[in-house]
């Protein structure tokens, strides 16, 4: 099955989803969207009342904001995929509660496997959590780090910005890194790429030479 696939499956799954008590008051699901081969994947925490009407991740006040942070890094909003740690809307905005994000996580991480980002940025200290556990985001903000497979960079969401304006020059601030650290991500990335090749290409060789020294004894 191939990630667009893949995704679309993720998404119906979500749709009819009943896992958590979430599903209770929802209007629409919001799985995310964005291209299945998208190098850069943007977390969120949850989707808002606008979110929630149409089914679609960071389209209010927040989400305009967002166009402006990706068009600081020379990107389109159609260039990410973007997303939320849970895929229905919390009541009155509040933080996911632990069942709810465990719940969600199941599709969020198929999700993450499907389009196999080089970098994942998390938006605010909710998604932030999921791959930085007990680190505080004023410590962490625009920096990129390895986390397993892949490169995290966390920052604070734009809603954040919102309503503290001291916020918004520190994210356009961050943005404004992210083609610096998307070509190191790419380098790296290609680098343990070539060396993961050359490890198989060592296995096979020394499985093909023991059939022959097998037969000179």
Same mark, same amino acid.
């Given at each position: 099955?191939?990630?667009?696939? =893949?995704?679309?499956?993720?998404?119906? #799954?979500?749709?009819?989803?009943?896992?958590?008590?979430?599903?209770?008051?929802?209007?629409?699901?919001? &799985?995310?969207?964005?291209?299945?081969?998208?190098?850069?994947?943007?977390?969120? #925490?949850? &989707?808002?009342?606008?979110?929630? #009407?149409?089914?679609?991740?960071?389209?209010?006040?927040?989400?305009?904001?967002?166009?402006?942070?990706?068009?600081?890094?020379?990107?389109?909003?159609?260039?990410?995929?973007?997303? =939320?740690?849970?895929?229905?809307?919390?009541?009155?905005?509040?933080?996911?509660?632990?069942?709810?994000?465990?719940?969600?996580?199941?599709?969020?991480?198929?999700?993450?496997?499907?389009?196999?980002?080089?970098?994942?940025?998390?938006?605010?200290?909710?998604?932030?959590?999921?791959?930085? &556990?007990?680190?505080?985001?004023?410590?962490?903000?625009?920096?990129?780090?390895?986390?397993?497979?892949?490169?995290?960079?966390?920052?604070?969401?734009?809603?954040?910005?919102?309503?503290?304006?001291?916020?918004?020059?520190?994210?356009?601030?961050?943005?404004?890194?992210?083609?610096?650290?998307?070509?190191?991500?790419?380098?790296?990335?290609?680098?343990?790429?070539?060396?993961?090749?050359?490890?198989?290409?060592?296995?096979?060789?020394?499985?093909?030479?023991?059939?022959?020294?097998?037969?000179?004894?």
């Amino acid at each position: 099955m191939s990630a667009q696939d =893949n995704l679309v499956q993720i998404a119906s #799954e979500v749709s009819t989803c009943t896992n958590c008590i979430l599903h209770k008051t929802r209007i629409k699901s919001v &799985p995310g969207e964005g291209p299945a081969n998208a190098e850069i994947m943007l977390i969120g #925490e949850g &989707p808002g009342a606008t979110e929630n #009407e149409f089914g679609r991740p960071f389209i209010g006040s927040a989400g305009k904001f967002l166009v402006e942070l990706l068009a600081q890094a020379g990107l389109k909003r159609t260039d990410v995929w973007i997303c =939320n740690v849970v895929k229905c809307r919390p009541l009155d905005n509040r933080d996911p509660l632990p069942d709810e994000l465990a719940a969600c996580n199941l599709y969020l991480d198929r999700q993450i496997e499907a389009i196999n980002p080089k970098i994942i940025i998390t938006l605010g200290r909710i998604s932030m959590g999921k791959f930085m &556990p007990g680190v505080k985001i004023t410590q962490v903000h625009g920096q990129m780090r390895r986390v397993g497979d892949r490169f995290v960079i966390a920052m604070f969401h734009p809603a954040a910005a919102l309503h503290q304006a001291a916020l918004k020059p520190v994210l356009l601030a961050d943005f404004a890194k992210l083609p610096q650290q998307l070509e190191a991500a790419r380098q790296e990335l290609a680098k343990l790429s070539a060396i993961s090749d050359a490890v198989v290409r060592v296995i096979n060789d020394s499985l093909e030479e023991e059939p022959k020294q097998m037969k000179l004894l």
